[in-house]
Every structure is written in structure tokens, then in C-alpha cells.
């Protein structure tokens, strides 16, 4: 017996077109379609100095893209009274700074689009584990690109600095001294970061330099150009890592144990297009950012950890297991949000390609990010840094 869903695929592809044709509909959506094609060819060539930059024939880009990243996340929080918790073991005011450096992660994906406007997916072949989900859309003086990316790491590196007991003084004071200390700490669950990336940019010369000829392949530098351009961008980012068995890391974070970050930032930077030989162009960029929007949320937990440390002194700690942990909701200040200062965040990058016969392309580019946040008692920075080397055909 024909499944339901079978005759329901069979009549779509058999009877639905002739049905729309004989009714005009499926020619309204044809010519919706080529309305909507013809829109998106005017704006990739409008403007243009054909001396300087030319379209090609073929709109239709595919290439096949591999993927090189490194994220490097670090937190540090500021323990106030270390005494609360180590026992009179540590005094005074105490740095604790995990950080995440993700070995660099491998990826394999693809790219589609026409006319530069279109989207990519990568996936992790080595290294941290992570995706890659990627969107674009250039014309001829402007380029908007999407960039989400997942990582997690349950092996952070800790930095510890703080004033350590050394001894006891004749007289029965204690004696403390400067103290370090540095190595990797496994945890029982991940440290999970997610963020979203989101720049888009205009170049004041966009008649003669393209953005698209670097980054994308949807048009051709023919001449050496530059621009003054002008730079926007979204950051978002989660760093989570509130599982019950991390509850001795919350502890040390102040209590925190997820924080976000919005942060929205514009600037103006250059941009060279360099054509040393016939095919071959060589772009860079580099934009200074200026973050006037910088807000974050960070969530506070308590534990059965904390207060037998509180009640028993950090000892105590040996005679619980981390399968044992309980988190809970903090009774002050759950959620704590605001506003931060004003930060300068840089946006740089570097690319190289080379096409023949107007079809064929293969290119590498690269970028690097910095963001940062500071809070009271914590505070943090993101540096990303990803390097795409990839071979396409215009179709």
C-alpha cells in the first residue's frame, strides 16, 4: 500500500505544476525568481569601475572549504578574603584565572551562493570539538557576514596568585608570602562557550576596490585599489558552566557560574586590493573598533559545597565527593545585569586568491578578534582567530 506521505510527494512533483502553470501561478514565481535575480545582479555590479572591477558571467559560487580556529577564552576573578575559604591556608585578596586555548581545531564544509549572498557549514575533523555556521551577503561597496561558533573544553588552565602561609612567628603571628601557581585542572563538565559574530562593512571607494573580489569570489579585482571603509559589529557570547560536580570552580569564580555579553561596536579602517600579477590578488584590512554598547548577565549559585567549606573550613573539602555536589539557586542575587565601560576592540584580516579562465578560484583568508568584559570581581577576554582556505566554481 502507497504511503500517505508517498501520494502526497508523487502529486506535488507530478500534478502541482501543471496544475500552477495551467492557473499562472508558476509562471508569477518564475518571474518573481528572475525579478529578484536581476535585483541582486544590479546591485553587485552598480557603480562599479569596470577598469577596476568586473563581474563575471556566472553568478553561482560553490566551494569547498577547510578550516583552521583557535579560540583562546580567559576568565579571572578576584577573591576578596581568600581566609574565608582556605583557612586562614591563604590571606588577603586571591586571583584565580582559568583559561580555555583551544588546541587548533580542524574543520571541513562547504559554501554556496549567488552573487556573493549566500551560507556555509563546517564541521569539526580535528582538534576541540565545534561548528562552524556561517551567512553572507556582499554588493559592491558592502559586505555582511554571520559567524556562529561552538566550543567546550573541560581541561582549562588555572593561574592561582595569592599571599600563601609560610609559617609561624616567634611570637604566634603568621607569616605569609607572595605565592603562584599554575597548571591544568580537569573538571567534572565542560566549560561551554558559544558566540555570534556579526560585521558589515562600506567602502567610501567602493567603485574601484571590492571587499566581495577578497572574501567571497562573487567579483573580479582587475586593478591594485584601496578604500577608506567603514566598520559595524555584533558580538554575543555565552560561557556556561553550571553543572552540580563543578561546584568547587563556581566556587572560586565568586559564586558566578554562566555570564553573557553583548557588546556593539563601529570604527573606520582601510582596506587595500593588490594585484602583483594577472589573477592573483592579495587583500588586507584592519578596522579599530570603538564598543559603545557593552552589557552583560552573569548567574549566581550557591552550593551544599560552599557551606560545608563555610561551616568546616576548606579541609573539608577531601571528605565530599563531586558526586555529591548540589547547586542551587543563590537567595541574592540570582541574576545580576548592567552596563560596562566603554572597550576598543580590532577587527584585522588577510586574504589571497587566485582564478582562472573566470571560473575556477582557490583562496585563503584569515581574521583575528579580540573582545573583553570587566566586572567587579571578574572580568574577561576572547581572542579568535580562524583561517579559511578554500577552492570554488562559478556555475
Known amino acids: 500500500m502507497i504511503r500517505k506521505t508517498t501520494l502526497l510527494l508523487l502529486c506535488l512533483i507530478g500534478i502541482l505544476p501543471a496544475t500552477a502553470a495551467d492557473d499562472g501561478v508558476w509562471p508569477t514565481l518564475t518571474g518573481f525568481a ?6 541582486i545582479d544590479s546591485l553587485s555590479v552598480k557603480g562599479l569601475d569596470h577598469r577596476y572591477i568586473e563581474a563575471p558571467k556566472k553568478p553561482w559560487q560553490v566551494i569547498l572549504r577547510g578550516n583552521i580556529n583557535q579560540s583562546d577564552l580567559k576568565m579571572s576573578s578576584t577573591l576578596p578574603h581568600a581566609e574565608e575559604i582556605f583557612d586562614n591556608l591563604m590571606k588577603g585578596e586571591m586571583v584565580w584565572e582559568p583559561r580555555v586555548k583551544t588546541d587548533p581545531a580542524t574543520y571541513a564544509g562547504f559554501w554556496a551562493g549567488y552573487r556573493g549572498y549566500g551560507f556555509g557549514y563546517s564541521w569539526n575533523v580535528g582538534g576541540d570539538k565545534g561548528r562552524i555556521l556561517t551567512f553572507g551577503a556582499t554588493g559592491g561597496s558592502y559586505g555582511v557576514n554571520l559567524r556562529i561558533h561552538w566550543f567546550d573544553n573541560d581541561e582549562p588552565e588555572i593561574y592561582l596568585a595569592g599571599n600563601a602561609l609560610r609559617g609561624i612567628n616567634y611570637d604566634g603571628t603568621l607569616l ?8 591544568e585542572m580537569e573538571i567534572g563538565s565542560p566549560i561551554k562557550t558559544r558566540f555570534l559574530l556579526l560585521d558589515g562593512y562600506y567602502l567610501l571607494n567602493g567603485k574601484k576596490c571590492s571587499y566581495a573580489a577578497a572574501y567571497d569570489q562573487s567579483v573580479i579585482q582587475k586593478r591594485s585599489a584601496g578604500s577608506l571603509m567603514l566598520g559595524a559589529m555584533y558580538f554575543h557570547s555565552t560561557t556556561k558552566y553550571d553543572a552540580d ?6 566556587l572560586m569564580m565568586n559564586d558566578i557560574g554562566r555570564i553573557k555579553s553583548w557588546q556593539a561596536s563601529a570604527g573606520v579602517g582601510y582596506i587595500y586590493n593588490w594585484i602583483p600579477v594577472k589573477n592573483l590578488l592579495i587583500s588586507g584590512m584592519a578596522i579599530p573598533m570603538f564598543t559603545f554598547y557593552n552589557h552583560y548577565k552573569e548567574w549566581h549559585y ?6 560545608r567549606v563555610m561551616t568546616d573550613g576548606f579541609l573539608a573539602l577531601d571528605e565530599m565527593e563531586e558526586s555529591d555536589y548540589r547547586l542551587r539557586v543563590a537567595q541574592e542575587d540570582a541574576e545580576v545585569s548592567g552596563n560596562l565601560n566603554v572597550k576598543v576592540n580590532f577587527d584585522a584580516r588577510l586574504s589571497v586568491t587566485y582564478e582562472w579562465k573566470q571560473r575556477y578560484f582557490i583562496n585563503a583568508f584569515g581574521q583575528f578578534c579580540n573582545f573583553k568584559y570587566e566586572l567587579d570581581n571578574i ?16 556555475l
Open 34 to 39: 528572475r525579478q529578484v535575480g536581476s535585483f
Open 176 to 183: 605569609y608570602s607572595p605565592f603562584t601557581f599554575s597548571d
Open 245 to 250: 560536580c563543578n561546584a568547587d570552580f563556581i
Open 302 to 307: 550557591d552550593s551544599n559545597l560552599k557551606d
Open 379 to 394: 572580568s574577561g577576554r576572547l581572542n579568535d582567530w580562524y583561517v579559511n582556505v578554500s577552492i570554488g566554481l562559478r
